[in-house]
């Protein structure tokens, strides 16, 4: 065979087996996305009171979910991480956001803060995330959150527990998509602190212990 067709022949099979990778690599990767948890309250107070200031205390959370990029849930025992879709700041950043801005805006105590201040709290929040996931082992995939709440009466010599109770709620999803899952977890949120909202409001018109009528 002619030496130059040879070489022809083989610059054309290096030439097409290159090519297809110079494009691939050459294509735009895929772009981080960052999203939020907001909360729906609506906009009437609660007419239940607990006169006195309420501190939440930095909310916690399982460290299966602590980092920012969403989990999904494929089995029984197979977790997910989604490196392009996350939170834009801790998960449990965003989750006492949320609490702190629903529970001020219930009217429910007279202050509510999220970190110490010149006003000594009479009541303490604590509250931790057990579970946060898109659980898609399922036809119907749904937005998965689970918070614990331990409400503290910092008035007492024993520190009395006056709630301590956990929330979950699982959401239907029309879809698999990030977008789809962060609606389903703001639902599950703001349902969630709707009830937490609901049993504060039953303590606070609870009848008064005797050490309580006494201040």
């Given at each position: ?5 040879t070489r022809f022949l083989i610059f054309l099979f290096l030439a097409g087996w290159l090519l297809p990778g110079c494009i691939r690599l ?190």
């Amino acid at each position: 065979m002619n030496p130059y067709l040879t070489r022809f022949l083989i610059f054309l099979f290096l030439a097409g087996w290159l090519l297809p990778g110079c494009i691939r690599l050459g294509q735009r990767a895929p772009e981080k996305v960052s999203y939020v948890l907001a909360a729906e309250r609506p906009a009437s107070s609660s007419r239940a009171k607990i006169p006195g200031v309420l501190q939440i205390t930095p909310l916690r959370i399982s460290p299966r979910f602590a980092s920012r990029s969403f989990v999904y849930r494929q089995s029984e025992s197979r977790y997910q991480a989604d490196f392009y879709h996350e939170f834009l700041v801790s998960p449990a950043s965003l989750a006492q956001e949320e609490t702190v801005r629903w529970l001020s805006a219930s009217g429910i105590f007279s202050t509510v803060s999220s970190s110490s201040g010149p006003l000594t709290p009479d009541y303490v929040l604590q509250a931790k995330i057990i579970d946060l996931y898109g659980d898609f082992r399922s036809q119907q995939p749904t937005g998965v959150l689970e918070m614990a709440f331990l409400l503290l009466d910092q008035r007492t010599a024993d520190i009395a527990i006056l709630l301590n109770r956990s929330y979950r709620f699982e959401s239907p999803l029309d879809s698999t998509s990030a977008d789809a899952l962060v609606d389903g977890w703001n639902t599950a949120l703001s349902r969630i602190l709707a009830n937490l909202e609901r049993d504060l409001g039953n303590i606070a018109m609870a009848p008064a212990t005797p050490s309580e009528r006494k201040e």
